[in-house]
């Protein structure tokens, strides 16, 4: 399982870019539960590029990538991936 914590710390106030995974598929999991679960607010996006996905965070003013999917792409929607248990955010 995969966690924003493993590149971003709430207590040291930084964030240190995205992470890239090279072997996601359904069958795993991206907890984003501390972020949403703390002052984190948005919309979550998946964006393609090329044979990967994106996945994103939309502020309002700005676009955060949260992890690098290589390899991966899907016709859900981050809807769907978040009720299938794919994507934690609550």
């Known amino acids: 399982m995969w ?3 493993d590149v971003s710390s709430e207590a040291a106030s ?6 890239r995974i090279t ?3 359904l069958q795993d999991v991206l907890d984003l539960r501390p972020y949403f ?6 919309t979550l996006d998946l964006t393609r590029t090329g044979n990967s996905t ?3 965070l939309d502020t ?3 676009v955060e990538t949260l992890v690098r999917l290589d390899g991966f ?3 859900q929607s981050v ?3 978040i009720n299938d248990g794919v994507i934690l955010i609550a």
Request: a negative charge; glycine letters at 20%; charged letters at 20%.
């Open 3 to 5: 966690s924003y914590d």
């Open 14 to 19: 930084f964030s240190a870019g995205f992470d």
């Open 23 to 25: 072997d996601f598929s």
């Open 37 to 42: 679960g703390g002052s984190g607010s948005g």
């Open 54 to 56: 994106l996945v994103q």
């Open 60 to 62: 309002g003013w700005e």
């Open 73 to 75: 792409t899907t016709n």
């Open 79 to 81: 809807d769907d991936l």
